[in-house]
C-alpha cells in the first residue's frame, strides 16, 4: 500500500480499526502514522470540550420568566413542597415572606399610582415580554433599593449562589422600568409605551416573585 | 458534578424531576436545567462561537424541551433526547441565518484528502502535546461547514448516520468533512505551534 493509497481511505477509518495491510504501511511509514497519530489526539483532545462552559447564573431567571408566561409553572406551592418545606419551620418562618410581599406590593402600588390616568388596564394583559437586558448594558438607572437589597440579601442567604443571578436580573428589569416610564412620561398617550410599561412592572413582579420563593426557608 | 447537580441533584432525581416538571413544577424544572446546562450551552457556545448567541439558544432549547416534555416517554436516555433538540435548535438558527450547514464549496475541496509530504519540512507530532486552548482557538478558525460536523462527531459524540440525518448531507459527506476538518485543525495547529516557535 502507497502513502496515496492510504491517504484515500483515511477518511473512511475510525479509531485505530485498520486491516493488515493498512497496519503494515503504517509500521514502514512514518509520515502516515505520524499523521493517524496527530488526528486521534485531535479527536480524543475534542472529547474533553464536550461540557466546559457554564451560562451565566441569570439564564435560568429568564427561562423561568418564560416558563411562567407560557403557562408552563404551573403550581408554585408544589415548587415550596419540593424544597423540603416543613409545617412547624414555616410557622417560625411565615413572618418573612409576608413581610416582603407586603413591602413588594406596596411599591407596586405606589408605581402604578404614578402611571398617567390614560393607562388603560386592559393593556395589562400582555402578550409578550421583551426578554431581560444583561447586565453589562444596564445604566445607572439600574440601582436597586433598599427593599430590593433586603430581599437580595435573604436569598443570598438561602441560596449564595443565586445572589449574583437576581441582582443582575433586578438591575436590569429596573433600567427597562425607568426608561419605559420614561417613555410614558414624554408620550402619555402613546399606547406601545404604556403596554411596555406594564410589561417591565410585570416582569419585575415576577423576578420577585421568584427571589420570594428562592428566600423562603 | 457541578454545585447545581450535587446540591439538586441528590434532592430531585432526574427521573422524578422529569415526572414532575410534566405537572409543572418550577423545581422540577430547574433540577433538569441545572443538570444539563453546560453541555447545552457548551455545544451552542462553540456552534455560535458568540456568548449571547449561545444563550439565547440555550433559553430556546430549554424552552423547547419544557414545552415538549410531556411527550418524553423515556424510549431513550433524556439526555440524548435533550441534547438532539438543542442540537436541532441550533441548526434551524444557522439555516435561518443563512449560514451553510455544510457548504458546497468545502464539500468540493479536494486537495486535502490525501497527505502530502513536504520535503524538508519538520514533522513535529501533536500527540502529548495538544492541549485545550490550542484546540478551542483552531476550531474556531475552521470554516462553519467543518467546524459544524467536527463537532457534532468528535466533541458530541453522534455517529456519521445522525449527522447526516441532523445537517442534511450523505453519510460520505459527513465522513469527508470531518476528515477535512481533522486535517485542518492539525493544519492549523502545527502552522501557530510554528509561529509560536519562531517568536523571541
Not at chain 1, 441569570?58 to 403550581?75: F, M, P, V
Not at chain 2, 462561537?49 to 439565547?56: C, F, I, S, V, Y
Given at each position: ?174 433600567a427597562y422600568i425607568r426608561d ?38 | ?145 467543518y467546524r459544524m460536523v467536527f ?50
Amino acid at each position: 500500500m502507497t502513502c496515496e493509497e492510504f491517504g484515500r481511505v483515511l477518511p473512511e477509518l475510525e479509531g485505530d480499526h485498520h486491516n493488515i495491510e493498512q497496519e503494515e504501511h503504517l509500521k514502514t511509514c512514518s509520515f502516515c502514522s505520524g499523521l493517524v497519530s496527530d488526528l486521534n489526539a485531535i479527536s480524543a483532545q475534542a472529547r474533553l470540550l464536550a461540557e466546559d462552559q457554564e451560562p451565566s447564573p441569570r439564564l435560568w431567571n429568564s427561562i423561568a420568566i418564560a416558563l411562567r408566561q407560557e403557562g408552563l409553572i404551573r403550581d408554585p406551592q408544589a415548587s415550596a413542597r419540593l424544597l423540603g418545606l416543613r409545617l412547624g419551620r414555616w410557622r417560625l418562618a411565615w413572618l418573612k415572606p409576608v413581610t416582603i410581599a407586603l413591602v413588594v406590593g406596596a411599591a407596586l402600588l405606589l408605581e402604578l399610582q404614578r402611571i398617567p390616568r390614560e393607562t388603560p388596564v386592559a393593556q395589562q394583559a400582555a402578550t409578550s415580554v421583551p426578554v431581560i437586558g444583561t447586565a453589562d448594558g444596564v445604566s445607572q438607572g439600574s440601582a436597586i433599593d433598599a427593599d430590593q437589597v433586603q430581599l437580595l440579601n435573604l436569598v443570598g442567604s438561602r441560596a449564595p449562589a443565586m445572589r449574583a443571578g437576581y441582582e443582575s436580573d433586578l438591575r436590569a428589569v429596573n433600567a427597562y422600568i425607568r426608561d419605559a416610564e420614561t417613555s410614558v412620561r414624554n408620550n402619555p398617550n402613546d399606547a406601545i409605551a404604556q403596554q411596555y410599561l406594564m410589561n417591565a412592572y410585570e416582569q419585575r413582579a415576577m423576578v420577585y416573585e421568584m427571589a420570594m420563593n428562592r428566600a423562603l426557608p | 458534578m457541578t454545585d447545581a447537580r450535587k446540591s439538586q441533584g441528590d434532592r430531585l432525581s432526574e427521573a422524578e424531576a422529569i415526572e414532575r416538571a410534566k405537572q409543572g413544577h418550577e423545581e422540577a424544572f430547574e433540577v433538569l436545567y441545572h443538570l444539563h446546562k453546560r453541555r447545552v450551552y457548551s455545544l451552542c457556545l462553540r456552534m455560535t462561537a458568540n456568548t449571547a448567541a449561545a444563550e439565547d439558544l440555550t433559553q430556546e432549547a430549554f424552552l423547547q424541551l419544557f414545552r415538549k416534555i410531556g411527550t418524553f416517554r423515556g424510549e431513550s436516555a433524556f439526555s440524548t433526547w435533550l441534547h438532539r433538540m438543542a442540537v436541532n435548535v441550533v441548526l434551524m438558527q444557522l439555516r435561518k441565518k443563512g449560514l451553510p450547514l455544510v457548504s458546497l464549496e468545502e464539500t468540493m475541496e479536494t486537495e486535502e484528502e490525501s497527505p502530502k509530504k513536504e520535503p524538508g519540512a519538520e514533522d513535529v507530532r501533536l500527540a502529548g502535546s495538544l492541549n485545550r486552548l490550542q484546540l478551542e482557538q483552531a476550531i474556531d478558525d475552521l470554516p462553519p461547514g467543518y467546524r459544524m460536523v467536527f463537532l457534532l462527531h468528535d466533541v458530541e459524540g453522534y455517529e456519521h448516520n445522525e449527522i447526516a440525518e441532523m445537517v442534511g448531507c450523505s453519510i460520505g459527506n459527513s465522513k469527508s468533512q470531518l476528515h477535512k476538518a481533522r486535517m485542518k485543525l492539525r493544519e492549523l495547529l502545527k502552522t501557530s505551534r510554528a509561529e509560536k516557535a519562531t517568536q523571541p
